[in-house]
């Protein structure tokens, strides 16, 4: 599985991850704040820059994130056009516009594993409530692992099903596929047992070998 | 600790100087809901070599589970070198580790290093040595080029291979094998069976291939939840094989 | 909570993923296309429960957040939380609970016709109070025009709760992951 990650070496890139985060937070607070398009657009200009002067992504690394969102643009334009006004408009679709660019600079400059430890590091006041980050980051990983299993083990179902003649996928279907990766994933329970995940009461501090290099770049 | 010097001087010395695992078992039975799967089971299991053979649904693998504290029993107790596991879990399963039937259910991470990284992780082996020990299992079985390898990209029998490395690199004195080779070809069922051969560990291996068990010290054979025979494979291993037919 | 249930949550993130690679079915002059995904959402409350099915559908978002676009459509990244279908998106993880909160409530009657109810409340129901209003608050429009908008998907998330149902039941028949006290005394 390819993240949206883009290998580089900027500022924008060695930057930490949860600086950048922290940058793409109140600029979302920022942007709900304020109403007025010139603040909006150099907001969306600078973040543009970011991305591809300063960051140096290539301009697909961005486009192919706004491309969900451009229906949306036009709808978005639209309404107000007809109901509140162009201005109020242009302010709507530009500030949704920098968002989503800001958050694509961010997904494209920060590895999975840096992205992950600050997950962990945001989660750990959660230890008051007896969560583990440790294991917030061994479920990501290891649902990264299922990914392609799940996906391998329903081709194969399906397969074996087309072999014996069934041409439409129907629920019955499912319910093999799914018995089967649940069986799977109780195997998996005992051998993270087996191989002491449960034991990890009293963690040294630091951070987990193990999430640090959760590779999927 | 004292796990802490033993594995240190286990990586560098060879099957002489590794701690023996001696396991036992008393008026062990176990049920799932109220029906019995394992009755009347007292064993002593200290030899290298162990095989664990019978039909399907004989119980073996509640049996191999219950070597390594995965499942304790409904009433009696195991031991491993004296210590119960029941209560001390943790430290059985320092000592015991297990092989799983599927390479697929045993490989929690997205990536060969990683996932052998994890065991020694969760003993709290420092960065440095959890490296060094990968980096030998890596060697060791032929995985030296695939670190970065997305582990599902790999054969069945390499995954089988990771497996049993992310175990190794744990460093137990025993290790429970529960039918390792049944998903596996030709080849790679010889592979894994040198595999388990050249291991300084003591072993448990549970298998329906009999030629795994050339050359094991004894062989269980399991019958209806109860061990019906006991002894070295020449003796067992027709035994089992006339009942069969 | 047990190791297991590490692998179970895991699993149901991956399932949810492997649902949004199938092609989504586009829905003419609507913005986001019908996807299979809230299938995975409505079996991970239903077989897992409410607490491992919540988090399947947290470890789930965490995915995407990190990068991987495993989101319909090969979404992913950070982009897809602030955009202003996100509120159908943050709804995920509670629609699991709540249909989970909703199977364990139901659980020694548990039958389609349950089934049925639970996914339609919390597959449906909550899923549109969270995402409407999200839309509407965010782009600035009205309360009923983001309804409207939202009207064209009741149909396919009808399907996709029936089947969801179905599969649920036969699941809980042949392999139950959910484990109540009552049955647990049966199970000695
Ligand atoms: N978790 C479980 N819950 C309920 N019953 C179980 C469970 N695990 C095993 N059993 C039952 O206990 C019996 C013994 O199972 P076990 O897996 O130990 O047999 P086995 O000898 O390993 O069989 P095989 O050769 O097929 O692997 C079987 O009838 C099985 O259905
Ligand atoms: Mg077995």
Redesign the pocket.
């Known amino acids: 599985m390819q993240s949206l990650y883009v290998p580089g070496t900027t500022h924008v890139h060695r930057a930490p991850a949860g600086v950048k985060l922290a940058v793409l937070a109140l600029l979302g607070l920022a942007l709900f704040a304020t109403a007025r398009l010139v603040v909006v657009a150099a907001a969306f200009v600078l973040v543009l820059a970011a991305g591809l002067l300063w960051a140096r992504l290539p301009r697909r690394a961005l486009l192919s994130q706004v491309r969900p969102v451009w229906i949306w643009l036009v709808a978005l334009f639209g309404f107000h056009l007809l109901v509140t006004g162009p201005l109020v408009g242009a302010v709507a679709v530009l500030r949704l516009l920098t968002l989503v660019i800001a958050a694509a600079v961010v997904t494209a400059t920060t590895r999975v594993t840096a992205l992950v430890a600050v997950i962990e590091w945001l989660t750990s006041p959660l230890r008051v409530f007896g969560v583990r980050p440790g294991r917030i980051g061994l479920v990501i990983a290891m649902t990264l692992r299922f990914i392609p299993l799940v996906a391998d083990r329903a081709a194969r179902i399906r397969e074996a099903q087309a072999a014996r003649g069934a041409d439409r996928v129907r629920p019955a279907m499912v319910v093999p596929l799914l018995v089967q990766v649940l069986r799977m994933a109780t195997t998996v329970g005992e051998a993270l047992d087996a191989r002491g995940a449960g034991d990890v009461t009293a963690r040294r501090p630091g951070r987990r070998a193990a999430v640090d290099s959760v590779r999927t770049t | 600790m004292r796990w802490g010097r033993r594995a240190e001087a286990a990586t560098a010395a060879s099957a002489a100087t590794l701690p023996r695992t001696a396991i036992e078992l008393r008026d062990v039975a176990h049920f ?1 809901g109220d029906r019995p ?1 394992l009755t009347d089971v007292s064993l002593t299991l200290t030899e290298r070599r162990i095989g664990v053979i ?1 039909g ?7 049996f191999a589970r219950l070597l390594n504290g995965l499942v304790v029993p409904s009433t009696g107790t195991v031991l491993v070198d004296g210590l119960n596991t029941r209560t001390q879990g943790r430290e059985v399963r320092r000592r015991v580790g297990f092989v799983f039937q599927d390479p697929d259910a045993q490989i929690v991470h997205p990536t060969v290093e990683e996932d052998l990284a994890f065991g020694p992780h969760n003993q709290g082996l420092p960065a440095e040595e959890t490296a060094r020990r990968v980096d030998e299992m890596l060697v060791r079985y032929g995985l030296a080029g695939h670190r970065d390898h997305p582990a599902h990209l790999l054969s069945g029998g390499q995954k089988q291979l990771l497996a049993i490395a992310g175990v190794l690199v744990m460093q137990p004195q025993r290790i429970v094998f529960d ?1 390792p080779t049944t998903l596996l070809d030709l080849a790679n069922t010889r592979r894994v069976s040198r595999v388990i051969d050249a291991l300084e560990q003591d072993a448990v291996v549970v298998t329906h291939h009999l030629d795994l068990l050339d050359g094991f010290d004894r062989v269980l054979v ?1 019958e209806d939840g109860r061990v019906v025979a006991d002894g070295p494979p020449a003796e067992t291993v027709p035994w089992y094989a006339a009942r069969m037919s | 909570m047990k190791t297991k249930d590490l692998a179970y949550i895991a699993l149901f993130a991956a399932i949810v993923a492997v649902l949004g690679l199938l092609p989504p079915v586009p829905v003419p002059g609507i913005p986001v296309p019908i996807t299979a995904q809230t299938l995975g959402v409505m079996l991970a409350g239903s077989v897992l429960g409410a607490r491992r099915g919540g988090l399947a559908l947290l470890a789930f978002l965490a995915v995407v957040a990190v990068g991987l676009p495993v989101l319909s459509g090969g979404r992913g990244g950070l982009g897809v939380f602030v955009g202003p279908s996100a509120g159908y998106l943050y709804s995920w993880p509670i629609a699991a609970f709540v249909i989970g909160l909703l199977t364990q409530l139901f659980w020694r009657r548990y039958n389609l016709a349950w089934a049925l109810v639970a996914n339609l409340i919390g597959g449906l129901l909550v899923i549109y109070a969270i995402g409407i209003p999200f839309t509407s608050l965010y782009a600035d429009i009205p309360l009923w025009t983001s309804f409207t908008g939202a009207f064209a998907f009741i149909p396919g998330d009808v399907v996709k709760a029936v089947a969801a149902s179905l599969v649920a039941v036969a699941v809980h028949k042949a392999y139950p992951v959910i484990d109540l006290p009552t049955r647990r005394a049966t199970a000695g």
């Open positions: 799932y799967v019978g399907n649904g004989s119980g073996k693998s509640t039918e399991f």
